[in-house]
Structures are given as structure tokens and as C-alpha cells.
């Protein structure tokens, strides 16, 4: 690997893990990405639903222009996409996993790249040679893009910044060749609204990775005795009815250990129950 891509590849990899950094575990990690998977799940058919008719805005918008051709291939383009994502999540949009890995989230942030590389072509291909109205249009559809994607991916940091650089880039380059000095303002404007919705979104992924760990460590405190930090009497029963379920579904056996401390009674009469929890904490250890 060549020394100048080193701090990009860190800059990447940071993207990608954030926030899930604020943790060293793994299982909280996984937990905190389920987290953020489900709740662009949450919205991803309407997104997508969104797309399509943005999509069917443009055609009729540039219908009678010299570029419909043009618009019918990228809308069909886009559209094809669209469905064949839908369809291949369509199982999954109700179901929230209780752990996510790393690799999700990097196809997450692949598709978004994917996708707002799609809407970054519509500024690029058609902003120019259209006319004044049709121009409206298209800044209003990149304007609405933008706004939607940043908001189902606003818990996955790294996918909503792959899904709008790349409109935000096409639409300054875009407007740029446009040699319109009245639209270098909405240039601007674009770059400026874009950074604050960045900041918007690491500041909501970062409080829902705060609330997922909080989560799990009352999970583990109820479920753990506070002397020895053995798993205590509610996670027995649960790991019990877990075992039988498997039991029953897949004929996996199991046995149940069961230990006894002999004459514990005599060491709290005899030496104090401060001592009694030491042996206790010892064995438990």
C-alpha cells in the first residue's frame, strides 16, 4: 500500500466505524449498528417510492425538450435500481436484527454511493441545455434528494455522506458551467445547508450509539449479581428457555450443571458475612 493512500484509508475507516468507536466491543458495536440498520430500514420504502416518482417528474418535466431521449434512459436507469434494491430487501424491511456487522455497513455506504451517484448525473447531464423552468425543476428534485437521503440515512453517517457528496459535487460543477452569476449563490447556499446536515446526522448517530451502550449496560446490570458478576437468576431462566427452544427446533441437547457451597452458613455465623462475601466473590471468580 503506498504511503499517501494511508490517510485516506484511515479517513475511510473512520467514517465507516463512526460512531460505533465510542465502544471497544464488538457485541456493543454490532448491537449499535443493528441499531442504525433499522432505522433506515424503518423508512426505505418510502425512499424508494420517492425515487420513482422523482424520477417520473423528470420525464414529464423535460418531455418536450430535446433531451427526453436522454431523461426516459436515466429515469429507466434509475428505476431499474430502485426496484431491485426494493426487492431485495422486501424480506427483510420488518425484521430488526439484533446484531449487524461491519460489512453492512460498508454496503450500505456502497449503495448510497451508488445511488446519489445516479441523482449526481440528472445536474450534470441536463442543468445546462435546460431551460429556465426546467432548470427549477431539477434544483428543486437534487434539493429534495438531498434533504430525503440525508434523512432515512442520518444514522449511518458514512452512508448519508456517500449518498450526498456526490450531488452536492455535480451540482456546484453543474452550476458552475451554467456561467450564471445569480445561481453561484445557490452554490453556496447547497454547500453550506450540506455541512450543516453532516454535522445534524454524526450528532444523531452519536446519541444513538450513546443510547444503545447505555442500553446494553442496564441490560447487564439486571442481569448480572452485583457481589460475584455472575450471570444471576433472570439470565439462568432465560438461558434455560433459550437452551429448550433449540431443543426443540433443532434436537440440540444440553445439561444443567449444578454446584452447591457446603457449610456456607457456619463461615457467615462464625467469621461475619463481610468475610462470607469474599468466599463468595472467590468462588464465584
Known amino acids: 500500500m503506498r504511503p499517501s493512500s494511508q490517510p485516506l484509508r484511515k479517513l475511510l475507516t473512520a467514517i ?36 420513482v416518482c422523482n424520477a417520473g417528474i423528470l420525464i414529464v418535466a423535460l418531455w418536450a425538450s430535446p433531451q427526453h431521449q436522454l431523461a426516459i434512459i436515466w429515469a429507466t436507469t434509475t428505476l431499474v435500481f430502485t426496484l431491485y434494491h426494493g426487492f431485495k430487501n422486501r424480506h427483510s424491511a420488518d425484521a430488526k436484527p439484533s446484531h449487524v456487522s461491519r460489512s453492512t455497513i460498508t454496503r450500505t455506504a456502497r449503495n448510497a454511493l451508488f445511488f446519489g451517484s445516479l441523482w449526481a448525473m440528472l445536474p450534470v447531464l441536463f442543468f445546462t441545455n435546460a431551460s429556465p423552468g426546467e432548470q427549477v425543476i431539477i434544483a428543486c428534485l437534487c434539493a429534495g434528494v438531498l434533504g430525503g437521503g440525508t434523512f432515512v440515512l442520518a444514522s449511518v453517517p458514512a452512508a448519508a455522506i456517500a449518498f450526498t457528496a456526490p450531488i452536492v459535487v ?116
Open 170 to 285: 455535480a451540482s456546484v460543477i453543474a452550476i458552475l458551467r451554467s456561467a450564471d452569476p445569480k445561481f453561484l449563490v445557490v452554490a453556496v447556499l447547497m454547500i453550506s445547508y450540506v455541512t450543516a446536515l453532516w454535522r445534524a446526522v454524526c450528532v444523531y448517530a452519536s446519541q444513538i450509539a450513546k443510547r444503545v451502550a447505555e442500553q446494553v449496560q442496564v441490560e447487564r446490570r439486571v442481569r448480572c449479581d452485583e457481589l460475584t458478576s455472575l450471570p444471576n437468576r433472570l439470565a439462568f431462566f432465560e438461558g434455560l428457555k433459550s437452551a429448550f427452544t433449540r431443543l426443540d427446533r433443532l434436537r440440540e441437547r444440553f445439561a444443567v450443571l449444578y454446584l452447591d457451597l457446603n457449610d456456607f452458613k457456619g463461615v457467615n455465623d462464625r467469621f461475619g458475612h463481610a468475610v462470607g462475601d469474599k468466599l463468595l466473590i472467590e468462588v464465584g471468580r
Open 16 to 51: 465507516l466505524s463512526f460512531p460505533c468507536s465510542v465502544t471497544d466491543e464488538e457485541a456493543v458495536q454490532g448491537r449499535i449498528r443493528a441499531e442504525q440498520i433499522s432505522n433506515i430500514k424503518r423508512y426505505l420504502s418510502a425512499m424508494l417510492l420517492a425515487n
